[in-house]
Each structure stands twice: as structure tokens, then as C-alpha cells.
């Protein structure tokens, strides 16, 4: 059991150390959006490089800071349910959800993302449009990242639940340690 103490510490210390540098992302991504908009509706002036860079960095915050944001309980689920039931009934459930939901639909995404993501690499792919981003193949590479980070993330959850149902009542996710993310 110390070993999956030990994988669920790794885990959950890896996403989110990732989870809080990628939200540095935000800082430039809000300026790059208000230049867009000012040289846009001030001077109508607009690249599509500036463009497609704040929605890149969007789509780069929201797939890698996924697993951040499924351990500190910001993903969807329905509360009515889940918040009021007791630890064990929580990690029956997140037990399930893991191992029958999240982890399977992640290993999908990452079989079918998989070959488009070569393919992008062997072509060096850049954007469709006319004076876009060079490094499409970077971005999509992104994907990869999300499905491996979501993929450790789910089996942490898993493995946290694991500890919970054997009575390791410090693996317990309490509801106040979710407030304000």
C-alpha cells in the first residue's frame, strides 16, 4: 500500500506542477488577445499568426492543465449526488468513473490521435491559413500530452480510491480542500 501512497503523491505532485506553470500561459495569452483586438478595431490592422497564437495557448492551458483540474475537482460531475455521500461511497465512485470512464475514453483519444500526430511531425505541418503559425505539428503534439497527463491523473484518482476503500482515511478528498479553484 505504500507504494500506491507514494504513486498517488508522484501523480498528483506532477500534474500539479504542470497545472500551475501552465497557468502562466494566461499572461500572455490576455495581451496577445488585447493587441489583436486593439490593432483589429483601433487601427484595422490584424495577422493571423496573433490570431491563431492566443487560441494555441488556450487550447495548450485547457489540455494540459486538464489533469490539474480533475485533481483539485474542477471538472464536471453532479454534485447533488457526490457531495453529500460518504468517503467510501466517493471512491466507489471515482474508482468506476476512472477505470470505466476517464481512462478508457483517454487510451481512445490517444490510439486516434496517435497516427495524426505522426503524420503532422513527418510533414512538418503549419497552418492551413495564409500567414498562420509554422508549427501546427507542435501544437497537436499537445494532445499527446493531455492523454498521458489525464491517463497518470485517472490512475491516481484510481489508486486514491483504492487506499480509501482499504481504510487510509489521509487519501480521503474533503470538499474544502476544492473551494476556490
Known amino acids: 500500500m505504500r507504494f500506491l501512497g507514494n504513486f498517488v503523491h508522484a501523480i498528483d505532485s506532477l500534474n500539479d506542477w504542470v497545472g500551475r506553470g501552465v497557468a502562466w500561459l494566461?499572461?500572455?495569452?490576455?495581451v496577445i488577445t488585447f493587441l489583436v483586438a486593439t490593432l483589429r478595431y483601433g487601427f484595422a490592422v490584424g495577422w493571423v499568426s496573433m490570431q491563431e497564437s492566443y487560441m494555441w495557448l488556450y487550447g495548450i492551458m485547457f489540455m494540459v492543465g486538464a489533469g490539474y483540474t480533475l485533481l483539485h475537482g474542477g471538472h464536471v460531475r453532479v454534485d447533488v449526488i457526490y457531495r453529500p455521500a460518504s468517503?467510501?461511497?466517493k471512491a466507489w465512485v471515482d474508482l468506476f468513473g476512472s477505470l470505466f470512464l476517464l481512462m478508457p475514453v483517454v487510451i481512445m483519444i490517444l490510439m486516434y490521435?496517435?497516427?495524426?500526430?505522426?503524420?503532422?511531425?513527418?510533414?512538418l505541418e503549419g497552418s492551413h491559413e495564409?500567414?498562420?503559425?509554422?508549427?501546427l505539428f507542435l501544437y497537436k503534439s499537445v494532445i499527446l500530452v493531455f492523454?498521458?497527463?489525464?491517463?497518470?491523473q485517472g490512475m491516481s484518482l484510481a489508486a486514491r480510491s483504492v487506499l480509501v476503500l482499504a481504510g487510509h482515511k489521509e487519501f480521503e478528498i474533503h470538499e474544502e480542500e476544492h473551494e476556490g479553484v
Open 26 to 30: 494566461v499572461i500572455p495569452m490576455v
Open 113 to 123: 490521435s496517435y497516427p495524426y500526430v505522426v503524420t503532422s511531425w513527418h510533414r
Open 87 to 89: 468517503a467510501r461511497y
Open 130 to 135: 495564409t500567414g498562420g503559425l509554422p508549427g
Open 147 to 152: 492523454c498521458v497527463l489525464m491517463l497518470l
